[in-house]
């Protein structure tokens, strides 16, 4: 026993995962350093990290306009090292998928530093060539839209290389024959872990070869990174990393990129409470790729088991973004105990650079196995649909002097608006607002509905929720109101 131990320490002296811990605390410390201080909300665009990647090309980096988007946007790749050992990665092939690509500014940030890691830096540098390839689908980032230009989904054209974009990274790919291949994307921020009330913040792959989900040498040793990765980023969101779903999908590029013998990758950003724009998903991603690149060039991945890997939990879906529990109903003579689960999704706003919610109801009854990002213990009081205020208002002015409480208790949460030239959009006001039409209006509350609800106890308006929101009535404030204006 002894001696298998000191042949385990001659053979790998790199490896102890506390030398990784200390390394990666040290560098989330001093992160604020290498963050890319231009680039601070998940909306940017491609003419944002031009400048920035066009740039590089005066540290020690080679930078190839390899070709264009559909729509004529400079598709790069950056380059990185001069090892034996190729990583290639490649972010945001989904436009609306952004945070990969943040971190992967912050990423040159840091190779082109020059501080008290650069012992590390010539680890890497001369352990491996690392090969970027950041917002592959240029015009989809334009509009924050998944699909290219053309509405195909990249992600199903590695093999009938239809888009541009999708030919460029397979392209690349076939030039490269990389070692190692990191698939970076965004998923739903209400992925779970397991059944779980914490978000999968990260969610890893190693892509499946075949629908008999085979297990290759190089899909073993990405597994095993996987679990290296994993012992090391859990340390920073404890129990908030899943796996992604392993069916495998013949259409998508990591699996095809697995199959053809590249030790493939894919990281999913997910949520964090609290963090909307993804800045700390963002540095968690950023100490990902660092705690992988350290893995692979010292090879400490190789001492891994795959069972780290075949016990992280899957994705599934026990989040919501507001629950609100044990509520009663009374309606048509009925009295009875329900749970809401609502949901907001965004929509696009001021050509792709804000955004602004829509709420539907997502589920009713006992939800007692689900979480929400906000939740809210509603026991004793009674909630009602918010109904239509039959007056018709000529102006946006009129609204806003309404007597919002007022309107509350009489149970309306939507007002008519006669102003043809308003556009439909978000509003600051706490109401929905109907330009010239009342909606349609059904009796109860029902899924699918735009989350408008009065909430009483004893009486007297608790809460009101517009549009996904939980406003106190007591503290109404223009600010921070998500109320819709809304065209039947
Ligand atoms: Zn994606």
């Known amino acids: 026993m002894f001696n298998f131990i000191s042949i385990f320490i001659l053979i790998f002296p790199m490896i102890l995962p506390a030398q990784d811990i200390e390394f990666l605390e040290k560098v989330n410390y001093g992160y604020e350093n290498y963050r890319e201080k231009t680039i601070n909300h998940r909306r940017f665009k491609h003419s944002d990290i031009k400048p ?12 190839n306009k390899i070709g264009e988007s559909a729509q004529h946007r400079d598709i790069y790749l950056v380059k990185w090292g001069n090892g034996p050992v190729k990583l290639f990665l490649w972010s945001q092939m989904h436009g609306d998928e952004p945070t990969a690509t943040m971190a992967l500014l912050d990423i040159f940030n840091f190779l082109s530093g020059n501080d008290s890691f650069n012992d590390f830096r010539d680890l890497i540098k001369n352990k491996l060539t690392l090969y970027f390839m950041p917002m592959v689908n240029a015009d989809g980032a334009e509009l924050y839209q998944r699909r290219n230009i053309f509405e195909i989904d990249i ?12 030919k460029l990274l397979k392209d690349v790919f076939d030039s490269l024959k990389a070692d190692f291949g990191f698939n970076l994307h965004d998923q739903s921020t209400r992925y779970s872990v397991g059944n779980s009330s914490k978000p999968a913040t990260l969610s890893f792959l190693a892509p499946t ?7 290759s040498p190089k899909r073993e040793d990405a597994m095993k990174l996987i679990s290296r990765i994993f012992k090391n980023i859990s340390r920073f969101i404890p129990r908030h990393i899943a796996r992604y779903s392993d069916e495998f999908e013949p259409r998508a590029f990591g699996d095809n990129f697995q199959k053809s013998g590249t030790r493939t990758i ?25 705690s992988a690149f350290k893995s692979i060039a010292e090879e400490s991945y190789k001492i891994e088991d795959t069972k780290v890997y075949d016990e992280i939990p ?18 048509a003579g009925n009295e ?3 749970d809401i689960g609502i949901n907001k999704e965004e929509v696009n706003w001021n050509e792709a650079k804000e955004f602004y919610f829509t709420s539907s ?3 009713l009854g006992d939800l007692s196995v689900y ?11 009674e909630v009602s649909k918010g109904k239509t205020y039959p007056d018709v208002f000529n102006s946006i002015s009129d609204i806003e002097s309404i007597n919002f409480l007022k309107l509350y208790e009489e149970g309306y949460t939507n007002v008519i608006l006669k102003d043809e030239k308003i556009k439909p959009g978000p509003t600051k006001i706490p109401l929905n607002i109907y330009i010239q039409n009342a909606p349609d209006e059904y009796e109860n509350i029902m899924l699918t509905q735009t989350a408008n609800l009065i909430i009483r106890e004893e009486r007297k308006v608790k809460y009101v929720i517009i549009n996904g929101f939980i406003i106190n009535p007591e503290e109404i404030n223009f600010k921070n109101c998500n109320g819709l204006i809304l065209k039947q």
């Open 336 to 338: 009875y105990l329900i």
């Open 361 to 363: 109801i997502e589920d």
């Open 209 to 215: 070869i075949d629908y008999e989900k085979s297990i």
């Open 266 to 290: 894919l990281v999913e950003s997910g949520g964090y409470k609290n963090d909307p724009e993804k800045q700390f998903i963002r540095k968690i991603n950023f100490l990902t790729l660092l």
């Open 314 to 331: 899957f994705n599934e879906k026990f989040i919501m973004d507001l629950l609100l529990r044990n509520l009663t109903v009374k309606e």
């Open 371 to 381: 979480y929400g990002y906000e939740e809210y213990d509603l026991k004793g009081m």
């Open 52 to 63: 920035l990647i066009k740039n590089l090309e005066k540290k020690n980096f080679t930078v």
């Open 155 to 166: 992600n199903r054209d590695a093999v009938r290389q239809q888009t541009p974009e999708g």
